[in-house]
Each structure stands twice: as C-alpha cells, then as structure tokens.
C-alpha cells in the first residue's frame, strides 16, 4: 500500500448529496475516522500513513477519508465549500458505509470538520483527536502567519506547483524539521495536483468555532505544535478554555504536523485516550 509515494486506491461512497466520496476501509474493530487537512494535494493517506496502519495494528477499523475536492473524492467546481458541506459529506460517506459510532482524528481542517461533525451529531462521534484544528482563531490572524501567506502566494501565483515549489511549501510551512517533506511525500501529493482544482481553497469557509467548543459532548484529545507557521497561538487557549473535557499536549521541536514530526508519541498518546 502507498508504495514509493505512490497513493492507494480504496473504496467509494456514493453520497445522498450527488457527491462521491474516496475512503480507505482498513482493520476490524472500534472505529476511528480520519480526516486531513488542506493544501496542495492533501489527501487523507498522505497525512495519516504512518498512524491508521498502526491503529490497525492495535485492534483498529480505521476509516481514511479524503475530503471534498481533495484525494480521490469529488472536486466539485460549481458549488462553495463552506464547513458545513464538508460535514455534509463526511456525514453521508459515514451513513453510506454504516458507521453508528465511532471517534474522530482530525488535522487543521479536519479538525474544524470533525468539531463541526461532532456538533451536529453528538451519538456518532463518541471521542475527538484534533491536531491544530482549524477554526480557533479570527481570519485576520491566520492571514498574519507566515506558513499561510506561503501558501496563499504558493496559490495566487498562478504558476504550475512543481516538486521543488511543493518541497519548499511543507519544509517552511508545515514543519519545524524540513527533514520530513520527503520526496515520497511530494510524490504522493503531485498525483492528486494532477486531478485537482483550486476551486475548494478558494471558496473554502471555516467559521471561528470557539463559542461553540463547550457544546461538545465528548472527550478531546489535542495537540498543537510550538513551532507552528499555519495556526495562531490563539487558537491553543481558544481550546485550552473552551472545552470542558480535554487533555491537550503541546509540542516542543513541532510544526503544523504533529502526527508526522513526532509520529510515535501521538500513536502512543491517541491509542491511550482511544482505549
């Protein structure tokens, strides 16, 4: 699976909304669904590989979506994508495959999703795992870091996103140790460059979502990393004072990827709170 940088192709859920939908189905046991963030041929294999495998391992059915406009799902170019579509869509993959209950990992914008999912549908989303989820801060602030005005120029440019341009892109933005944008990690995201648009950066709409942090019901699991380019510190006490029950873990020597830069220690963390 995902040899040499190359994606594995899973299953497909063909969703109410007229959307499909790309997922892997991996292991037998409790559920945990994982959603990944943004950027430059993002899917959800590319964020998670050396996580859900390993969840697996452990007595785990984990469930790896690639969100809208992303991976292998639809990319829609005539429709917006504001955070409540996305849940929409998580919603309906989830109803298609037949998934009750189950806990949530969710990265930068799928953690906004997994928030929101978790909001709208309290009984199926029993624990969540967010890593600097979207969403915790005003828009003006995100526009002042330094990791998203790379990607904004990345974007705006116009240009054609080369191997190197996208090399540069994660080793600045993403990372505090630029050791970790591999090149099968470039690989593995110029293959979905190839079939994406940039329809659903542009139009993508993640609301401020800490007034309705202590609305969860379930248990929270967070990490951020200090190092961090893409997300305002704000968003740490954003969390830290907002939901009711959290254990959250900052990382020292971490950017915007906790799960990659120091994959073993939150396997480690996730597989506790999930057990």
Known sequence: MGLNGVLPEGNYADCANGHRMHYLDVGEGPVVVFLHGSGPGASGHSNFKGNYLWLVEQGYRCLVLDLVGFGFSDKPDDVDHPLSFFVECVKQTLDVIGVKNCAVVGNSLGGAIAIGLALECPKLVEKLILLAPGGMSPTEEYMEMSGMLKMIEVYGSGEPITAEVMKEL??????????????????????????????????????????????????????????????????????????????????????????????????????????
């Open 170 to 275: 994660f080793s600045f933005g993403l990372m505090h140790d630029p050791k970790y944008a591999t090149d099968e990690l470039v690989a593995e995201r110029l293959q979905i460059m190839e079939i994406m648009n940039f329809h659903v950066m542009m139009t993508m709409q993640i609301p401020h979502l800490v007034e309705k942090l202590p609305e969860l019901a379930c248990p929270v699991l967070a990490f951020w990393g200090t190092n961090e380019r893409m997300m305002p510190d704000s968003g740490i006490l954003g969390l830290a004072k907002n939901c009711e029950n959290l254990k959250m873990i900052l990382v020292s020597e971490c950017g915007h990827w906790v799960q990659v830069e120091h994959e073993e220690m939150f396997n480690r963390e996730s597989l506790e709170f999930l057990s």
